[in-house]
């Protein structure tokens, strides 16, 4: 039996005349690394700041761990971490001293927090820079800080309103990890624009779109309700290619064909196709025929479109 960590039923918020979330629904499993995709203004992080009791929804309900959001806040907010999509730090207090107080608000008895503290400066790559202020730190080295406070209390379920922008490579592959070592431990809501980044940590994604829920599932799964074509390159050896796209263009399984130089790019009715292309290009100067895999990125810009949001 799969446990429920985050349960939303209906939940809307408007601003004004501007509705931000829309009778939205979804499950989260406890346990899971669930990301929540969408492209600017979709209503990630307005559903976060409900989810982790900021902010009132205008209708709906949403459940953390069970509790209601409305009814519990304060025992939502001692089992819950929340990284938002700002940094939030004390400025008037050193990197040490942020997580200290964070800590203290929870309760903590000082033993228990300072190796936890300990640990996760160490972890984050901040033990030398403890006694800093957090203005002296590059934007990178907030982020790292606002995520190890987060952890300090060890929540149930870490909120995480998209971690890793302003990391660098090196910083956001060390987040990804120890993400990945919290999986199983608790659950973990993120929101990213990194796709690559939900390919690499989530279980199950959900793309939402003007404060709509749009598609929902494993990674795999939202790939293959994309439409069943398959395209592959073919690249060749000398002069052949213009020839061999205007007799690919011309077969009926083939719905789509372009060359660029020697490379031409196919996009077949169905990967059954491959055998006929095979057989016409019998004898072609080939030198690669190579499958286009679908990314998550051909899956989110099918799903939101090719327009910039304002
Ligand atoms: N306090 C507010 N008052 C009025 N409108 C708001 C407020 N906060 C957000 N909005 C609007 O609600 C919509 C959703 O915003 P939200 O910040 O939830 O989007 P997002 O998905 O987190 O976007 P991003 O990827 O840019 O962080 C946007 O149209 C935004 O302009
Ligand atoms: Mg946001």
Known sequence: MHTVSIAIRALTKSYGALTALDSFDLEVEQGTIFGLLGPNGAG????IRILTTLMRQSSGDAFIEGLDIQRYGCEIRSMIGVVSQENSLDRYLTARENLELHARLHGMEKQLYKRR???????????????????????????????????????????????????????????????????????????????????????????MDHGRLIALGSIQELKDRLSGATVYEIEFTGQGAAHYAALLASM??????????????????????????????????????????????????????QKVRE
């Open 44 to 47: 990630k992080t307005t559903l």
């Open 117 to 207: 503290i300990d640990e996760l400066l160490e972890l984050m790559g901040l033990a030398g820079r403890q006694k800093d202020f957090p203005d002296t730190f590059s934007g990178g080295m907030q982020r790292r800080l606002v995520i190890a406070r987060a952890l300090v209390h060890q929540p149930r379920v870490l909120f995480l309103d998209e971690p890793t922008t302003g990391l660098d490579p090196q910083s956001r592959r060390a987040v990804w990890e120890y993400v990945r070592s919290l999986a199983g431990s608790m659950t973990i809501f993120l929101t990213t624009h990194y796709l690559e980044e939900a390919e690499q940590l989530c279980d199950r994604i959900a793309i």
């Open 252 to 305: 009926p399984c083939v719905l789509d064909v372009t060359q660029v130089g020697h490379k031409v790019t196919v996009t077949l009715e169905c990967w059954e196709c491959l055998s006929e292309i095979v057989t016409a290009l019998n004898g072609a100067p080939v030198r690669r025929i190579s499958l286009q895999e679908r990314t998550l990125e051909d899956v989110f810009i099918s799903l939101t479109g």
